[in-house]
């Protein structure tokens, strides 16, 4: 199994993470919700007002926008591929003199050594990120499901209309709708819902059913137990 980050309450979804499962024969088996708190970082022997850049990445420079914009609005912001690899470069930049910050989490500040400049600088308290676990299995249900489904909708007038309409006459909670280009003609697109329930309900089945009627394809991601916090 793998752990795949899908979307943050504050910067919303991770694109990559949703194409990724155009081709892809792996199941969603799971998600997982945590509480996320970033920290501005320095090695010990730099002083914080020498800072010159701020590395970290896209989605946590992000989340940390408004704070950075009040207090350390000249510093360049630069994105790198992770926090942990931000909080490396830091390390790395303070053995040889050079005033480099990162953000990132309380675990790269211990592994690295980081002393901590400023701590919870996200811009919002209840910054939530949502992983996906990815693997191969079918999950069973368990009473408190959630089903992500990938539907790729015929080029005609009220197509999406059409499919978002059984949602509603099986009384089934549709929770997420995003749009993704298709790749496959200019223009167009390919939606990825969220709905309550596990595709093994007799409500979701039927939704299901109307849905590979009205739709060119429907790809059943996942089948999983909701996310406690």
């Not at 950075?68 to 360049?76: A, G, I, N, T």
């Amino acid at each position: 199994m793998a752990l795949f980050l899908l979307e943050n309450s504050t910067e919303g979804v991770v694109n990559h993470t949703l194409d990724s499962f155009r081709d892809s024969r792996l199941k969603i088996c799971g998600e997982v919700e945590e509480r996320i708190h970033h920290h501005l970082l320095v090695s010990p022997n730099i002083n914080s007002e020498d800072v010159t850049h701020i590395y970290s990445h896209q989605q946590s420079l992000a989340q940390c926008r408004a704070w950075l914009d009040r207090y350390w609005p000249h510093v360049e912001r630069v994105a790198v591929s992770s926090n942990a690899e931000a909080a490396r470069l830091a390390a790395e930049a303070g053995r040889s003199g050079r005033a480099i910050a990162a953000i990132a989490g309380e675990v790269a500040c211990e592994l690295y050594g980081l002393t901590k400049v400023s701590a919870n600088i996200e811009d919002r308290p209840d910054n939530t990120t949502r992983f996906l676990i990815v693997g191969n299995q079918e999950v069973p249900q368990s009473g408190k499901d959630k089903t992500s489904l990938l539907i790729s909708a015929k080029n005609e007038p009220g197509a999406l209309y059409r499919l978002l309409e059984a949602f509603e006459r099986h009384g089934v909670d549709m929770t997420r709708l995003e749009t993704r280009p298709s790749l496959m003609s200019r223009w167009g697109y390919i939606f990825y819902i969220d709905f309550v329930g596990h595709y093994l309900d007799d409500e979701c089945r039927a939704v299901i059913d109307e849905l590979r009627e009205r739709a060119s394809e429907v790809k059943v991601l996942g089948s999983y137990p909701v996310a406690v916090l």
